[in-house]
């Protein structure tokens, strides 16, 4: 019976490492220090939403249909996965807003770009 591979140690809490690996077919063992993925840190709730984001080809639209969640919701998992893997999330800067419609006010961009770069970020 094969378990899902724990990724923190249970009685320090500290991140394990893969140590060997075993072929149930021919019995070959192989002895070493493996990385986990990233991915093997996410939790089953996380990793179903992965999954259904990946077949809905990331329309958040459709993962709030498949889910039955809200727009804000969808969002608010991404950036929890997101974090979870270890990137920064990028948040808006009521500094960048600022900037954009300065720029905007002094001519140095079209309204469509500004627009296009509220929307970026």
Do not use: P, R, V
């Given at each position: 019976m094969a378990y899902p591979v724990i990724t923190n140690c249970p009685v320090c809490s500290k991140t394990l490492k893969i140590t060997k690996l075993n072929c149930t077919h021919c019995?070959?063992?192989?002895?070493?220090?493996?990385?986990l993925s990233p991915f093997s840190s996410l939790s089953k709730e996380q990793?179903?939403?992965v999954e259904v984001f990946l077949v809905c080809r990331g329309n958040i639209k459709e993962v709030e249909k498949e889910l039955g969640i809200s727009y804000p919701t969808v969002r608010?998992?991404?950036?929890?996965?997101?974090?979870?893997?270890?990137y920064e999330t990028k948040k808006k800067s009521e500094v960048d807003e600022k900037k954009v419609v300065a720029m905007?006010?002094?001519?140095?961009?079209?309204?469509?770009?500004?627009i296009r770069l509220l929307k970026e970020e």
């Open positions: 019995h070959t063992t192989i002895e070493n220090e493996f990385e990793l179903h939403f608010g998992k991404l950036t929890d996965i997101i974090t979870s893997l270890g905007l006010e002094n001519g140095e961009i079209s309204t469509e770009e500004a």
